[in-house]
């Protein structure tokens, strides 16, 4: 089971980015996906997460109207859109997928991918 991120780099201020992660091992198709970050000195926090339907999702608040997460079925993979980026967004992106949105939003993580860094200079 792996899941593979993608699309990370440096941006300036008011920039845009497009994360991609791309599940494989297994059928991910009922499971849901979202992604993570975490800055230095700070905890790991949610960003964003889809049902495994791509019908539901959820965002954090520092995040809403910015980022727009999305998924194909078909290709098992999930992107994160992330538009007007600023600083306080530089981090280390993760993919993660449990089984249900909600799992993903409490935190209870079945897998999780390798971190792609997000820089975003003022």
């Known amino acids: 089971v792996q899941l593979q991120a993608s699309g990370g780099g440096l941006v300036q201020a008011g920039g845009s980015l497009r994360l991609s992660c791309t599940a494989s091992?297994?059928?991910?198709?009922?499971?849901?996906m979202g992604w993570f970050r975490q800055a230095p000195g700070k905890e790991r926090e949610f960003v964003a997460a889809v049902s495994w339907t791509g019908s539901r999702t959820s965002y954090a608040d520092s995040v809403k109207g910015r980022f727009t997460i999305s998924r194909d079925i078909a290709k098992n993979t999930v992107s994160l859109q992330m538009n007007s980026l600023n600083p306080e967004d530089t981090a280390v992106y993760y993919c993660a997928s449990s089984p249900g949105i909600s799992a993903l939003i409490r935190g209870t993580i079945d897998y999780w991918g390798q971190g792609t860094q997000v820089t975003v200079s003022s």
């Open positions: 091992g297994r059928a991910f198709s009922t499971y849901g």
